[in-house]
């Protein structure tokens, strides 16, 4: 049986595709770094950081669609597509705009997270929801 990936068997990394009409969109990835296969199945978690603390700014992402298993094998590549909405398209006073130094990401079934950098504005309100995302596959 292939042991689940843990955290230490990944790097996290985030690489825009597209963007347009108050959205952007791209791709969380989670690279396998270790020596040996392991799954990796589920939604990871996903959520804007800032204050050069990794403080949590805002809701965190919602999820879409399903997810199956994933076996990795040293050196590939696992993506997330990531769907965020721009500050901007929200009143200051809903929003609270608040700077954002990057993503916090936690892999499937991980209590552990990675910091991956990705300066943008978000809102600080918890009640809007910028981003959004899709299960690793």
């Known amino acids: 049986m292939t042991p689940k990936c843990a ?3 990944l790097k996290a990394g985030y690489r825009a595709t597209d963007a ?3 959205s952007r969109f791209g791709e969380i990835t989670l690279t ?9 199945g589920g939604f990871g978690g996903l959520s804007y950081v800032g204050g050069d603390n990794g403080t ?4 965190p992402a919602s ?3 399903s997810w199956r298993k994933v076996i990795m094998k040293p050196g590939q ?4 597509e990531v ?6 398209n929200y009143p200051a006073a809903t929003c609270k705009p608040a700077e954002v130094d990057g993503f916090r990401v ?4 991980s209590y552990d997270s990675q910091f991956v950098r990705h300066e943008t504005t978000g809102c600080a309100s918890k009640k809007v929801s910028l981003l959004s995302h899709h299960a690793f596959h």
């Open 77 to 80: 590549v696992a993506v997330s």
């Open 56 to 59: 949590q700014i805002g809701a």
């Open 7 to 9: 955290n230490a068997d």
């Open 106 to 109: 936690y892999p499937p079934d």
């Open 63 to 65: 999820r879409e669609g």
């Open 20 to 22: 347009g009409a108050g």
């Open 32 to 40: 396998n770094v270790s020596d040996h296969a392991c799954a990796l």
């Open 83 to 88: 769907s965020e909405s721009t500050a901007e």
